[in-house]
């Protein structure tokens, strides 16, 4: 059957049924726009926990990882790592996002510069949302094949994972995706180490890999060449950098009851997650050992070790793999579905194209764009190389509008114009040191025309080398952002009081639902109290509850690296 059996098949049935229903039960608590973007902000700190797990987490990472591994070592765990030192910061930043009382990060830039900014971020969000859901059905799709022993086809898979949690998705909006995370995100954990035993097993552990693999370098939480120290450091300041203006990052901080809620549900689910990242490079590196020699495509190696050691164990594993695997996968489109979604209704089809109709409206259209925009990534899904390469074009695309995020976060100076220009400007660094191509034809490739010419330093494999090119584009926005401010003209100071003042007061309790960037009634703005003494500079001074937090993140840090490195 399609070369998985009757019994794996009934264990796949039963979950697609039931999350289906589960999350389509949701759809009752859907009474307006804001309740289907946003979920009334009603959960609390285990629903937040899985949410930010689940949300963040998916196998399309487990099989970018391994692949990776298969090739570089152990190394290649940075390439899910990359987000490790910025783990603490989650717990600064995401009171940030609630109490901006929003629903979309596009309300950020609409509140804060002007509509058109909210346009483009609105623009280049979905487009975000839509390459990385493009990523993560390619990465499932090439595990299902795998595991089935290339009985189901990539297409076949990446169709059958849409329609469910666009079914789900749909109806029950982000309350969906919270109720089904929960469920889902305990099948993601399951499925990241269900394999960990029998691989290790099956090479005789640790040591029996140090027998098979000659190469010491392939144990290396470093590599001496591409993952470098200086490739880990940049990486993780572009992942830093460009957090923040994902479109996800709103819902995953900002639909907890409280504050509280959003950060420990987000750093704690980033944090489980960074548990399990040792999990899939454990598998990667079994791999090395178990297939060495072997002509194997990298896409498929956690796929197909799942299919060689599970059957052996009992029957029905095999079952549970792929329905973990389509957790992995729905728990995170389904938030990606949702808040593009937003994105284009509330920023785009209400502000430009039809403002003032009734809720029930734009509950509608809100849906059919979540169709149009899963669709729009599966497009993207055939026309990826690989995994890996994906989730790298992923990494660029979502720091472009960062500079206008952090400029307009901290500098009152930064204006509309300068948010324009400097993503603007990052976005032709970007595509000016990448292969541009039209249809097969290329019309610009920067590795043949200029990477001859630059220092060897700056070269990987006849590239330019991915962390230069992130400094090169980064530079350029920040830069051209910082210079078209200086020389146009500023916000008004009454709206940029109105919105510092909602951004540094706390929320309280469980606040009513108000406008985007509006205090409810009663409620009196918290006084400034920076860090630095400038009246055009707000970093504000953190509380004694996020110095302990971020330094109590850094001990966790610290303790998993030691781990990982004490297990190699």
């Known amino acids: 059957m399609l070369g998985i059996s009757l019994t794996d098949w009934l264990v796949i049935a039963v979950y697609l049924l039931g999350i289906t229903f589960i999350g389509s039960l949701a759809a009752r608590k859907v009474t307006s726009s804001a309740s289907l973007f946003m979920g009334d902000r009603k959960f609390g700190k285990a629903m937040m926990v899985f949410f930010g797990f689940g949300s963040g987490t998916h196998s399309d990472q487990a099989v970018s990882v391994a692949a990776k591994t298969y090739g570089v070592g152990a190394s290649g765990i940075w390439y899910q790592w990359l987000w490790l030192f910025v783990t603490p910061f989650f717990w600064v930043i995401t009171p940030v996002f ?54 189901i086809s990539p297409v076949l898979a990446v169709w059958m994972m849409a329609l469910m949690f666009t079914t789900y998705g749909i109806l029950g909006g982000l309350s969906a995706a919270v109720i089904t995370d929960f469920i889902q995100g305990i099948l993601t954990i399951i499925l990241s180490f269900l394999l960990v035993p029998f691989a290790l097993h099956a090479v005789g552990g640790i040591d029996g890999l140090r027998e098979v693999i000659a190469d010491d370098s392939k144990f290396s939480l470093v590599a001496p060449t591409g993952i470098t120290f200086f490739y880990i450091a940049v990486i993780a300041l572009n992942a830093l950098f460009g957090w923040v203006a994902q479109p996800t990052s709103m819902p995953c901080s900002a639909a907890g009851k409280t504050e509280l809620e959003g950060r420990i549900g987000f750093t704690g689910g980033m944090l489980i997650k960074r548990v399990c990242t040792v999990a899939w490079v454990i598998v990667g590196m079994c791999a090395i050992g178990m297939y060495m020699g072997r002509e194997i495509e990298p896409d498929q190696i956690y796929g197909l070790m799942a299919k060689d050691l599970l059957p052996q164990i009992m029957p029905g594993l095999i079952g549970l793999f792929i329905a973990s695997l389509l957790a992995g996968v729905m728990s995170t489109c389904d938030v990606f579905m949702v808040t593009s979604a937003a994105l284009f209704t509330e920023n785009i089809y209400k502000s430009y194209i039809a403002p003032d109709k009734p809720d029930t409206h734009y509950i509608f259209v809100g849906r059919t764009a979540s169709i149009v925009v899963v669709l729009l990534g599966i497009f993207f899904a055939f026309t990826l190389e690989s995994v890996v390469s994906g989730l790298e074009i992923f990494w660029k695309v979502s720091s472009m509008m960062a500079v206008a995020f952090w400029g307009g976060l901290f500098w009152r100076g930064a204006t509309a114009a300068g948010a324009w220009a400097g993503t603007l400007a990052a976005f032709t660094a970007l595509l000016f ?99 630095v003494q400038h009246p055009d500079f707000e970093i504000p001074k953190p509380s004694a509850v996020t110095v302990l937090g971020f330094l109590g993140t850094w001990v966790l840090v610290g303790s998993l690296i030691g781990v990982f490195f004490w297990i190699f």
Do not use: H
């Open 98 to 151: 609630r109490r901006m009382r929003a629903i979309t990060t596009a309300d950020f830039f609409e509140f804060r510069y002007n509509r058109s900014v909210a346009l483009l971020f609105a623009l280049v969000g979905c487009l975000q949302l839509m390459v990385n859901t493009g990523v993560m059905l390619k990465g499932a799709g090439a595990m299902i094949t795998a595991v089935s022993g290339g009985a």
């Open 433 to 531: 040191t990448s292969e541009l191509q039209l249809f097969g034809w290329s019309l610009w490739d920067f590795n043949q025309g200029v990477a001859p010419y630059l220092p060897d330093t700056m070269i990987f494999e006849g590239k330019l080398y991915l962390p230069w090119q992130m400094i090169f584009y980064t530079v350029a926005g920040v830069a051209t952002l910082v210079l078209v401010s200086m020389y146009t003209r500023r916000e008004e100071q009454s709206k940029l009081d109105k919105f510092y003042e909602c951004v540094r007061t706390p929320i309280q309790g469980e606040e009513p639902e108000t406008e985007p960037f509006t205090l409810p009634p009663g409620v009196e703005p918290a006084p400034r109290n920076v860090l």
